[in-house]
């Protein structure tokens, strides 16, 4: 027996990193943080073009779609390629046939083509971080649906914080920012608790030490795999919702696993909380109501079932009633021919990454 649900939302993704499956190991083991973001995620996002983006969102968002999630909410960041980059990332989306929010997420540590050892608050704002600015206002002033992206408070002054916040507002839409994700963050509530209001996206905010207005993001596996602690989201009044942080966008996935992570931390929690938080990302997509996912378990609505039921897969989805998944396959597009063509983007990505 079947059973359907609302299409699932992703409401924290990096389709930029689709492609990073096999990327080439850093020349040293990261042993914190910070240096995984150094060593692994800011030389990818660095390596990346145009081209490559498109097939790595286009891989992305054909994953999500194929486990029941038609809808993202996307942070992106390629510095050597910010020009253009949203309607890239829009386009791919839209031929898969997924909704997407997204942003780009503006950042000092880039000036040029140099990358800075250390961003103090009070530093002038770079000339990257305004380009990137720049693509947000561009994108949304063209009618594009997102949100200001920055990528954290402790890589950007004030001034490009401040600059980003004013331009949200100017754009009727909140900031979509990585909060107190890390030790080296930790700054971040102090920095923002005068600009922040509940159309920002707060993302991770396991060291936030204080409220924040905005909806905060939790994103379970990804602080697990960078040992940066637990962020314990009920500890805050904000509504909370679940992202993946960019390793894929099997929601019901991430979902499993922050409860048994939840769990871990308080005995006394039920599945019911962490299905609310899986739900709290569809008002940024009022119009998924109109989604339906058939599964292939017969109880589905129930958390308790879900919480402890595996191999629960997406059967069918339907985007605005029509069929876009059929028996676990794509209608719309060649799912093969999209893996092979993101492959191919992969090997260009990957010699770039082994000469840096």
């Known amino acids: 027996m079947s059973f359907e649900t609302r299409g699932l939302v992703c409401a924290h993704h990096h389709l930029y990193s689709s492609l990073a499956?096999?990327?080439?190991?850093?020349?040293?083991?990261?042993?914190?943080?910070?240096?995984?973001?150094?060593?692994?995620?800011?030389?990818?996002?660095?390596?990346?073009d145009l081209e490559?983006?498109?097939?790595?969102?286009?891989?992305?968002?054909?994953?999500?779609?194929?486990?029941?999630?038609?809808?993202?909410?996307?942070?992106?960041?390629?510095?050597?390629?910010?020009?253009?980059?949203?309607?890239?990332?829009?386009?791919?989306?839209s031929m898969i046939g997924v909704k997407a929010n997204l942003s780009y997420g503006v950042t000092d540590r880039w000036d040029g083509a140099t990358l800075r050892s250390k961003v103090s608050p009070l530093s002038p704002m770079t000339d990257g971080a305004a380009r990137g600015l720049?693509?947000?206002?561009?994108?949304?002033?063209?009618?594009?649906?997102?949100m200001v992206g920055v990528h954290a408070s402790f890589t950007c002054t004030d001034e490009t914080i401040e600059?980003?916040?004013?331009?949200?507002?100017?754009?009727?839409?909140?900031?979509?920012?990585?909060?107190?994700?890390?030790?080296?963050?930790?700054?971040?509530?102090?920095?923002?608790?005068?600009l922040a209001n509940d159309k920002w996206l707060l993302i991770h905010a396991v060291h936030l030490d204080r409220d924040l207005q905005?909806?905060?993001?939790?994103?379970?596996?990804?602080?697990?795999?960078?040992s940066v602690g637990?962020?314990?989201?009920?500890?805050?009044?904000?509504d909370v919702a679940l992202g993946t942080d960019g390793i894929g966008a099997d929601m019901l996935e991430e979902a499993r696993l922050a409860y048994v992570r939840l769990r871990e931390s308080d005995v006394t929690q039920t599945p019911e909380t962490v299905w609310q938080w899986l739900r709290n990302a569809d008002k940024f997509f009022p119009e998924i109501e109109k989604d339906t996912v058939t599964w292939s378990y017969?109880?589905?609505?129930?958390?308790?079932?879900?919480?402890?039921?595996?191999?629960?897969?997406?059967?069918?989805?339907?985007?605005?009633?029509d069929l876009v998944v059929e028996n676990g396959k794509?209608?719309?597009?060649?799912?093969?021919?999209?893996?092979?063509?993101a492959a191919e983007a992969a090997i260009k990505l990957h010699k770039k990454l082994a000469l840096r």
């Open 330 to 341: 794509p209608t719309r597009f060649d799912m093969n021919e999209i893996r092979t063509k």
């Open 163 to 194: 600059s980003a916040a004013a331009l949200a507002e100017t754009m009727n839409t909140g900031v979509h920012i990585h909060v107190a994700e890390g030790l080296d963050d930790k700054d971040a509530g102090a920095r923002l608790q005068d």
């Open 21 to 48: 499956r096999g990327m080439p190991a850093p020349d040293v083991t990261p042993d914190s943080f910070l240096s995984i973001l150094q060593n692994v995620w800011w030389k990818l996002d660095v390596a990346l």
């Open 230 to 238: 637990y962020a314990n989201p009920v500890r805050f009044t904000n």
């Open 214 to 226: 905005g909806t905060i993001v939790h994103n379970p596996r990804s602080n697990m795999n960078n």
């Open 298 to 321: 017969d109880q589905t609505d129930s958390p308790w079932h879900v919480a402890f039921t595996p191999g629960v897969r997406c059967v069918d989805v339907r985007v605005n009633g």
């Open 134 to 146: 720049r693509e947000n206002e561009r994108f949304l002033r063209a009618g594009g649906r997102g």
């Open 52 to 93: 490559t983006l498109y097939w790595s969102a286009a891989l992305g968002a054909a994953e999500a779609l194929c486990n029941g999630t038609t809808a993202i909410i996307d942070h992106h960041e390629s510095p050597m390629a910010i020009d253009g980059s949203l309607d890239v990332i829009a386009d791919a989306c």
